[in-house]
């Protein structure tokens, strides 16, 4: 609830800015990124690996179904557990779950591949 309520006032830092002009400049092979709130996207940086998800997308934990964060929007700021839709009935792996990391999940496959693909031709990490 509180993460739909900050987005609306909240916006890039300069350091996001930064790492956007060096995109720009072909400097940056990858933005790396523990944020979860989408603002690499909003700054408009293409490249960027989300190491613990957004709040962006959510997917159901039975069928799989990844919806919009508009969509369970409402849900959320009543306090309610958003329920898939595309389930035929509503068990307790039908809820729809941020596509973000919790303590104690695996980061996301994406990582994985492009950390092992990206380690060899990076002059320097930040």
Wanted: one cysteine or more; hydrophobic letters at 30%.
């Amino acid at each position: 609830k509180q993460w739909y309520q900050r987005r609306v006032r909240v916006s890039p830092s300069p350091s996001r800015h930064f790492i956007k002009q060096m995109e720009d400049r072909q400097c940056l092979l990858r933005n790396y990124t523990q944020n979860i709130d989408t603002l690499e996207k909003v700054c408009g940086i293409r490249n960027v690996i989300q190491c613990h998800g957004s709040f962006s997308t959510a997917t159901c934990r039975m069928c799989g179904n990844k919806v919009d964060s508009d969509t369970i929007k409402e849900d959320i700021m009543k306090q309610i557990i958003p329920v898939c839709k595309r389930c035929p009935e509503p068990t307790p792996q039908s809820i729809l779950k941020p596509d973000i990391v919790f303590f104690g999940e695996g980061l996301p496959n994406e990582f994985h591949h492009a950390i092992e693909a990206d380690r060899l031709k990076a002059d320097l990490v930040i």
